[in-house]
C-alpha cells in the first residue's frame, strides 16, 4: 500500500522526516500488522532511535519518545538507514504530495496532517489560526517558565544567533509559538542577555549638560588629571600621562611617565606651571612682548631707549599696568561669550542619563584591557558593578560586584552603562 502526506503546518527537515516516519506507523498499527521493518533515509532519525546521536533539543526528545512508543506496540520492529538513492519511491510519494504529478497514473490517496503528532507544552495556535483572527489559548501562554526556556533557546541556545527583540519574536511565531505579549517579551529579553550587553556599542551620545568654569584672567586656574594607564609606548614604555590645561586660554602642558608618584606631580607643577607661567607668562598674554636673546646681542629701538632712559621705561610699564584692568576685562567678556557659544552647541546634543546608588553598571572595556587578536568580537563592557555614591551629576562611585571591591576612583558616566537583568 503506498501513502502520501502532506503537512498543514511548519516544520523543519528533520521535524518532517519524523512525521512522516510516525504516520506510517500508526497506518501500519491500523491495519493490524505485528511485524514491521521500516526503512529512512535520514541519518539523524535513524541515529537518534537506535542512540547513536543525541537530540539537541526538547522537540526531538518528544519526537523520539512518539516513534519509540508506538514501535512497543508490535512485536518486532526494525528501523533500517537506507542510501537517498535507494529511496526514491518514496521521494516520489513526497513529491507527489505537494504536486499533482499528471505522469502518475496509480490512485494513490493523499491525506493532510494538520497538527504535529507531539504534545508539545506552551504550543501555540497554527499559522491558519493566527491568519484566522483566533485568540490562543492563553491559560498555556501565561506559563512564564516556560516562555523563558523558549525565548532563551530561540536567542542564545545552540541554533541562537543574539538577534533583536523583533527578529527573535518573528523567529518563535514561525516555530509556531504565539503569546499575546511576544513582541514585548522578546525585546525585554534581548535587551537583559549578558553577552548581547556585555558586546554593544559604545555609547556616544552625550549624557550631562557642559559645565563652564570661568577664570577672571590668564593662568589663574588650572585643571589637572592623570591618564592611564595606557598601551606602552617608545623607549621608555611609558603608561601614564600627565595633563595641565589652563582655563582662560586652554593652554595645555602635559608629560608622559612609566607611573605617577606625589614626587612627579609636584616636579610637573614646579616645572610647567609655577616657573614657566608667572607674571611675565601673564604680560605676555596682553601685550607686552618678551625679550628675545637676538635682541640683546643686535640691539633694537626699543631695547637702546630703555637702557639708556630709564625714565622712558618705567613709564611704559605703568601705561600697561594702568589700562591692565580692562584688558582683563575685555578679554573675560570674550572668553564667556565664546564658552557660552560652545556650551550651546553641545547642549543641544546631550540626552540626559543618570544612575542612582544601588543600580547595577557596566563599564567600558580600555585599550589596555581588551582581549587581543578577539577583533570585533571581544567584550565591550566589563563586569557588572553596583553605584555606591553619587559624586555629582554624571560622576559615581563604583563597587565591583565580583569581588566586593570598591573602586579607587570615581567614573564618568560616558564610561558607563545600565546593567539590564
Given at each position: ?60 526528545d518528544v519526537y523520539l519518545w512518539v ?132 558586546q554593544a556599542p559604545m555609547i556616544n ?217
Open positions: 500500500m503506498e501513502q502520501s502526506f502532506r503537512l498543514r503546518f511548519m516544520s523543519s527537515n528533520h521535524e518532517a522526516e519524523y512525521e512522516a516516519l510516525i504516520a506510517g506507523l500508526q497506518h501500519a498499527l491500523g491495519v493490524g500488522v505485528k511485524e514491521l521493518a521500516a526503512f529512512s533515509d535520514s541519518q539523524l532519525v535513524t541515529s537518534q532511535f537506535h542512540g547513536n546521536y543525541d537530540t539537541n533539543n526538547k522537540r526531538m516513534v519509540r512508543s508506538l514501535t512497543e506496540h508490535f512485536s518486532s520492529f526494525e528501523l533500517t538507514k537506507i542510501p537517498r538513492g535507494e529511496n526514491s519511491a518514496a521521494d516520489a510519494l513526497a513529491a507527489l504530495a505537494s504536486t499533482s504529478d499528471p505522469l502518475v497514473k496509480r490512485v494513490i490517496p493523499v491525506e493532510r496532517i494538520n497538527k504535529l503528532s507531539i504534545p508539545i507544552p506552551f504550543k501555540a495556535q497554527s499559522i491558519h489560526q493566527v491568519e484566522s483572527g483566533i485568540r490562543p489559548n492563553e491559560e498555556n501562554l501565561e506559563q512564564g517558565g516556560e516562555t523563558e526556556s523558549i525565548m532563551k533557546e530561540a536567542h542564545e541556545g545552540p541554533c541562537g544567533n543574539y538577534s533583536g527583540g523583533r527578529s527573535l519574536a518573528l523567529r518563535i511565531k514561525w516555530q509556531g509559538y504565539f503569546r499575546p505579549t511576544m513582541l514585548a517579551d522578546c525585546d525585554t529579553h534581548a535587551k537583559s542577555c549578558d553577552r548581547c550587553q556585555r551620545q552625550l549624557a550631562e549638560l557642559m559645565s563652564l568654569v570661568s577664570a577672571l584672567y590668564p593662568f589663574m586656574q588650572w585643571s589637572m588629571d592623570a591618564i592611564g594607564p595606557l598601551e606602552q609606548s617608545g623607549r621608555r614604555r611609558v603608561m601614564h600621562l600627565l595633563v595641565v590645561i589652563d582655563y582662560f586660554t586652554k593652554w595645555i602642558e602635559a608629560e608622559s611617565y612609566q607611573s605617577i608618584t606625589g614626587e612627579h606631580v609636584k616636579d610637573f607643577l614646579w616645572k610647567n606651571v609655577v616657573c614657566r607661567h608667572g607674571e611675565t607668562a601673564f604680560s605676555l598674554a596682553y601685550g607686552i612682548e618678551d625679550v628675545v636673546p637676538a635682541e640683546i646681542s643686535v640691539g633694537s629701538i626699543r631695547r637702546v631707549i630703555s637702557s639708556e632712559n630709564e625714565t622712558i621705561n618705567d613709564g611704559a610699564l605703568l601705561d600697561n599696568m594702568t589700562l591692565i584692568d580692562e584688558k582683563r576685562e575685555q578679554a573675560l567678556k570674550r572668553a564667556q561669550n565664546y564658552q557660552n557659544a560652545i556650551a550651546r552647541f553641545y547642549n543641544s546634543k546631550v540626552r540626559p542619563r543618570n544612575f542612582i546608588i544601588g543600580e547595577r553598571v557596566l563599564r567600558k572595556v580600555f585599550d589596555h584591557k581588551k582581549e587581543k587578536n578577539a577583533g570585533k568580537m571581544g567584550m565591550k563592557w566589563e563586569d557588572p558593578y553596583k553605584i555606591t555614591e553619587v559624586v555629582r551629576n554624571g560622576v559615581y562611585r563604583l563597587v565591583d560586584e565580583s569581588n566586593e571591591k570598591a573602586e579607587p576612583r570615581p567614573w564618568n558616566i560616558m564610561n558607563l552603562k545600565k546593567y539590564l537583568q
